[in-house]
């Protein structure tokens, strides 16, 4: 294996250099404790990734919700940003028009994280792929590889901990250029004329289908030829929350009308109605020329897709930047493996981060990659260090994925309000949310004062260069 040396007298390891490793080396440089952030990229790269850079988003560009009293996600992002995480000022620092979500552009957000972490004098960089389970002399590690963990590395971790390896796949949505895009048959709006941060309420391009195209539409899809999966991938299943728009499909012709194509808050201009079903659009980079198809991850090969997504109502000539695409994504039994503090059993000085650990999501993954940071940081400062409550939105993901699900049937799962601990008192229905989020962040204040002595000042929004 390369990158044999230990590097600094207590310089902890990070395996990972995508969001979750970044938070992670971040959080233990700003507690003042060196580290080595293995990346394999370019050396051995992945069936995903397209470029060199730290903390590369594959799919979307979108963080989601970025409602903090109302939203669990954006809850998440809250608490981050309050923990002084770095994917959170990159991702504030390069945000683009997103209705309610939180958007990036994609290079500016990866260029930011990679140079905030290059300049850091407590970060070394090392390109190199570990190829097993890193040495004893290595002291602590942060596996933080990800769903793409390379071959070599997640057969040394099935062999260790015993169990067989769980995966799923993870499908990529098509990216179409914005001045390909027919205006006169398509609007810009957001559901509800709904802003949000980098928006104005006018933020998704919208492309409506009348009944009939819709039916055509499902039938196509339905026909399409799809990829044809490897031997070793024909019993891989799919997360339910990211599932390709064809496997939708099968599930009912109504099934994508009351998902990614619901036409709910949505006003066709011409007709002064609802449309029948919608396809959206959200800008995905700074320029403004390119957007991706919402929720339209794909298994289709590229000439199906080309030719079904143009019979959509203003993308008859889209001409795109990038089709849809298949990866197999991994993911260890959590539950059954880790501690509470990210720990493998079977040998506490590895420590899991990231989409490998179950979490589904770019800021669920950055936010265990921050919790690692910190619970290592902690060790090698010798402070004993404590999970978030579980009242938090970070707490209530943790507890969930080591021990809070069911080992026997563990999949991956996003934050969401049904991980948090009910409300002791009775609160309306309506109010439940916000009383969950104010609970949160006075929980969470607790936590960090408790953690750091006081809390973690939120960094200011991080540009590429800044």
């Known amino acids: 294996m390369s990158g044999i040396d230990a590097g600094p007298p207590g310089a902890v390891h990070v395996v990972g250099g995508g969001l979750a490793g970044s938070e992670a080396a971040w959080q233990l440089a700003q507690a003042g404790v060196r580290v080595i952030l293995h990346e394999m990229r370019p050396v051995r790269g992945t069936e995903a990734h397209q470029t060199a850079g ?26 981050m940003r309050r ?18 979500a939180l958007a990036v552009d994609r290079i500016g957000f990866s260029q930011a994280v990679e140079g905030a972490l290059a300049r ?52 990529i949505a098509p990216i179409v250029h914005r001045d390909s895009i027919d205006m006169s048959r398509a609007w810009f709006q957001s559901r509800y004329d709904k802003p949000g941060p980098g928006g104005d309420g006018a933020d998704y391009i919208n492309c409506p289908l009348d ?40 599930r009912g012709r109504e099934t994508l009308r009351f998902g990614p194509m619901k036409p709910v808050g949505l006003t ?7 449309p029948y079903a919608v396809v959206q659009l959200r800008q ?43 990866h197999r994504n991994t993911f260890i039994n959590s539950p059954r493996l880790l501690d509470a503090l990210l720990r493998l059993r079977a040998r506490p000085r590895l420590r899991f981060a990231g989409q490998v650990t179950g979490v589904e999501g770019y800021v669920e993954s950055a936010a265990i990659g921050l919790l690692a940071g910190r619970f290592a940081a902690a060790e090698a400062t010798g402070r004993t260090p404590a999970p978030p409550p579980p009242t938090t939105a970070m707490g209530a993901l943790l507890g969930h994925i080591t021990g809070g699900a069911d080992g026997t049937t563990f999949q991956p799962m996003n934050v969401n309000f049904g991980l948090f601990p009910p409300l002791p008192e009775r609160v309306r229905r309506h109010d439940r949310k ?14 960090l004062s408790m953690a750091d002595g006081a809390a973690a000042p939120a960094p200011t929004a991080l540009r590429a260069g800044a």
């Not at 730290?54 to 608490?79: P, T």
């Not at 039916?215 to 490897?230: H, N, P, Q, V, Y």
């Not at 989020?437 to 969470?444: G, K, M």
């Open 54 to 79: 730290l903390a590369e988003l594959v799919c979307s560009n979108s963080f989601r919700s970025d409602d903090w009293e109302r939203n669990a996600v954006g809850l998440l992002h809250e608490e």
């Open 83 to 100: 923990a002084g995480s770095l994917v959170m000022a990159a991702a504030d620092g390069n945000k683009l028009p997103a209705g309610g």
């Open 120 to 171: 850091h004098p407590l970060i070394e960089i090392r390109r190199e792929e570990v190829t097993g389970l890193p040495p004893e002399h290595w002291g602590s590690v942060i596996l933080a590889t990800g769903p793409l963990t390379s071959p070599a590395l997640a057969a040394s971790v099935q062999q260790l901990t015993g169990e067989d390896q769980l995966a799923f796949f993870d499908a």
């Open 211 to 250: 009944q009939a195209g819709y039916e055509a539409f499902i039938d196509a899809l339905l026909a399409g030829e799809k990829a044809e999966f490897r031997d070793w991938e024909r019993d891989t299943p799919y997360f339910e929350g990211c599932l390709p728009i064809e496997v939708m499909a099968e």
């Open 268 to 274: 066709d201009p011409r007709t002064g109605r609802r």
């Open 284 to 326: 995905d980079n700074a320029l403004g020329t390119l957007f991706n198809m919402v929720g339209f991850q794909t298994k289709l090969k590229h000439g199906a897709q080309t030719r079904i997504f143009r019979m959509i109502p203003g993308l008859e000539g889209a001409e795109f930047a990038r089709l849809g695409g298949l």
């Open 434 to 447: 916000q009383a969950m989020t104010r609970r949160a962040l006075a929980d969470l204040g607790a936590w």
